[in-house]
């Protein structure tokens, strides 16, 4: 690769840790429209190999209705890996852990996201995402404030 190329690389990599931030901060704030940026028009969301939802819209639709059940989430990612397979097309692993609330139970866990992203003109967005869950775990009941 020249340097060129190299560079584009470097920031190919900011973008997609970019983009799996800005998918957690509209997942946690309910913003459809954001989550709906982060994907293809025909992306696939599963959950350990289960298919969830197709397309941008049934992505976004299947979000709103997990979030439904659940008040206050955070989602934090502790890294990102990539592998480019072409200067438009790439695999990755994200590791993260979340915290959220169910009924009056604060829940953590620990997940592990397998990506595809693909470049749509000029931004990068998911074309599968397959959650995993490696361990959950319920804390307490929340404090009322």
Request: charged letters at 20%.
């Given at each position: 690769m020249d340097v060129e190329q190299r560079i584009r690389r470097l920031e190919d990599r900011i973008a997609i840790s970019d983009l799996v931030v800005s998918y957690f901060v509209a997942s946690d704030d309910d913003d459809s429209?954001?989550?709906?940026?982060?994907?293809?028009a025909d992306a696939t969301f599963s959950s350990s190999g289960q298919l969830n939802a197709q397309g941008r819209d049934g992505i976004v639709e299947f979000i709103k209705s997990a979030r439904?059940?659940?008040g206050m989430t955070v989602h934090t990612p502790n890294?990102?890996?990539?592998?480019?397979?072409?200067?438009?097309?790439?695999?990755?692993?994200?590791?993260?852990?979340?915290?959220l609330v169910v009924g009056s139970v604060s829940v953590f866990g620990v997940v592990r996201y397998v990506d595809s992203y693909v470049r749509d003109g000029d931004v990068?967005?998911?074309q599968s995402r397959d959650m995993r869950v490696i361990r959950k775990?319920?804390?307490?009941?929340?404090?009322?404030?």
């Open positions: 429209e954001g989550v709906a940026a982060s994907f293809t439904s059940h659940m890294y990102v890996q990539c592998r480019f397979e072409s200067p438009d097309r790439a695999t990755g692993i994200v590791g993260a852990h979340l915290e990068w967005r998911f775990r319920s804390l307490s009941p929340t404090l009322r404030v």
